[in-house]
């Protein structure tokens, strides 16, 4: 990814410091934050100073390797005892995104049986592995959705799951990204995905760095443009995937999924595998976070003044519900973009490495 001009990862480990683009600060202010402890990144988490599944997964782990390095000068027993209350503490920072666990997992399975030490340098090549992979899956997911984009395309999209979701690249817009740079000249339709509007700041900022044309449209619009014929394709994100391929991702993706189906639109889901939890067998067993209802009831953004904050929208003394993620049946989902192809969601053990040798070459529906 290219901020202004220069390269950027979106969550990195610096020196035992873990940096990350700080998020909720987008799209008016562009800046890095610094955690330097495992409690500190953990909380970076939970308050959404880093989101998206993959960027999550990456900074879960790089918090575990934090955890690693401050307890390396401990016994063994108390070494084991400190990981394990760092992957407790990460675990519920946020509930829906898999990467989250499966990075943890990983760490903890680096250390295993190793001297403090060594486990500590362990857990951090781990980590860096985990980021690393994330970065070039989703460069792979690029490769084979770019195939699905013909030029001119209008693909709608739904929050973000662009480069600031993942470490570099994205899921749902790598495949943007490679059409732009053959010079298919696509354009999306951005919703601007409330409550928190990551459409509207952060997706919206993402392809204008990347010089994409895209629209934002208030989410109600998107019935609008499709009975209209003016959406091609839906590419979406993925929080969590369930084994049988229904998919858990921003609130309002199921209503998207819906009118593809109505208008004939063929409607992808775009992940890395450690999106996929084979130990979930349907959506409903996905765990859906529900966030405090301020953020329904207040809008935040630039105020005239030039600074930051927030004003409220609804009436003193009203309530809300606040569901962050819903849940898409595999029978609306025309395909999964991984990194080993494209693949129908009852088909989804076809991406996994072992298997994937008939996949080879860009964007196969099987
Ligand atoms: O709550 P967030 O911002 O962490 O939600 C994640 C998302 O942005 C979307 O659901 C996205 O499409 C999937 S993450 C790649």
Known sequence: MRVNGAQYRTVWLENGVVKMIDQPKLPHAFSIASLRTCEETAQAIRVMVVRGAGAIGAAAGFAMAQAALA???????????????AAAL??????????????????????????????????????????????SACQKIGEHGEALLEKKTRMLTHCN????????????????????????????WVDETRPRCQGA?????????????????????AGF?????????????????????????KIGTYEKALLAREHGVPFYVAAPLSTIDFGCPDGGAIPIEERGEDEVLYASGL????????????????????PAFDVTPAKLIA?????????KPSRLRDAVPSRRQA???PARTR
Not at 232 to 238: E, K, R
Not at 306 to 317: I, S
């Open 71 to 85: 307890a390396q000068t401990k016994s063994r027993e108390e070494f084991g005892r400190s990981v394990e209350q």
């Open 90 to 135: 990460v675990r519920k920072t946020r509930p829906t995104a898999q990467n989250l666990f499966y990075a943890v997992e990983r760490v903890l399975g680096a250390t295993n049986g190793l001297e403090p030490e060594k486990a500590a340098r362990a857990a951090v090549v781990e980590a860096q592995a985990i980021a690393d992979e994330d970065a």
């Open 161 to 188: 799951a662009g480069w600031l979701a993942f470490v570099d690249w994205g899921s749902a817009l790598s495949p943007v990204y490679a059409a732009q740079r053959s010079g298919k000249a696509p354009f999306v």
């Open 201 to 221: 700041a952060l997706t919206s900022w993402e392809l204008g760095q990347e010089g994409v044309r895209h629209a934002i449209i208030a989410d109600n619009a």
């Open 225 to 249: 443009f499709f009975s209209r014929g003016e959406v091609d394709i839906a590419i979406v994100g993925a929080d969590r995937i369930a084994a049988n391929g229904d998919v858990a991702n």
């Open 303 to 322: 105020l005239d003044s030039g600074t930051q904050g927030r004003v409220r929208l609804a009436p003193k003394g009203a309530s809300a519900r606040n």
């Open 335 to 343: 395909g999964i973009i991984t990194p080993y192809g494209v693949v």
């Open 359 to 361: 996949l080879s070459g």
